[in-house]
């Protein structure tokens, strides 16, 4: 005698929750977050018009990662102030330092005090203000700057220093409307910042459409 095992219907396929597409969702934009923080881009805004003309407050900008090596003088460069052109923040505990953590990995820095400025100065370089004509001088030699805002002197300030190995010289376009290196003369560095801190060079502007179009490297570099 023979016996047939009872059938079993075929459990019905089961669709993501929604919550699980979610999950998916998230977990392919932080890849293509990394992807792209890892080889490229990042965007900033123009708070301020102390790189006026070259940049204009209301602007958004993309910012091309560079290497230490690659930064050249004439760069318009966004770069961490933190420590030099701004406060050390305290250090986030608890979620705020998980929040942080995740930004991080996004490309964004709660807290972080970023900054858009020219290199003037390259490691190593003496940058002096200034000559008869008003002109700044690295190493002796004048520095043409047709980026500067019209009416502005190459400086008000006067200084003399030579930038430490592993720093640049960075001073905003607007000379009289922009707090640069020569403000923090006093700061730790003497107003240079550390080319690890650059975050990258400004290739264009993205925002607003009417001004759309890349950002030339200045002339020296």
Do not use: N
Not at 38 to 54: E, L
Not at 65 to 73: E, K, L, P
Not at 180 to 209: F, K, M, N, Q, Y
């Amino acid at each position: 005698m023979t016996t047939t095992r009872p059938t079993t219907a075929p459990r019905p396929h089961r669709r993501p929750s929604r919550g699980g597409r979610a999950v998916a969702v998230l977990a392919v934009a932080l890849l293509v977050a990394l992807v792209l923080r890892s080889f490229v881009v990042q965007t900033f805004s123009i708070p301020s018009d102390s790189m006026s003309p070259a940049l204009e407050p209301g602007q958004r900008v993309l910012v091309w990662r560079v290497g230490a090596q690659d930064v050249r003088r004439g760069d318009v460069v966004v770069f961490d102030g933190t420590g030099t052109f701004a406060p050390s923040p305290a250090e986030p505990e608890g979620l705020a330092a998980l929040g942080a953590a995740v930004g991080g990995l996004l490309g964004f820095h709660p807290g972080e005090s970023d900054y858009v400025k020219r290199v003037v100065g390259l490691p190593g370089e003496r940058v002096t203000c200034c000559d008869e004509q008003g002109r700044l001088l690295v190493d002796g030699e004048p520095l043409e700057e047709p980026y500067l805002h019209p009416g502005d002197s190459a400086s008000d300030v006067e200084f003399d220093i030579e930038v430490p190995e592993g720093r640049v010289w960075v001073m905003g376009d607007h000379r009289s409307r922009s707090v640069d290196s020569r403000s923090h003369l006093a700061a730790p560095g003497g107003g240079t910042i550390a080319l690890e801190d650059v975050v990258g060079r400004v290739v264009a502007v993205s925002w607003p459409p009417s001004q759309i179009g890349t950002v030339a490297r200045g002339v020296g570099a």
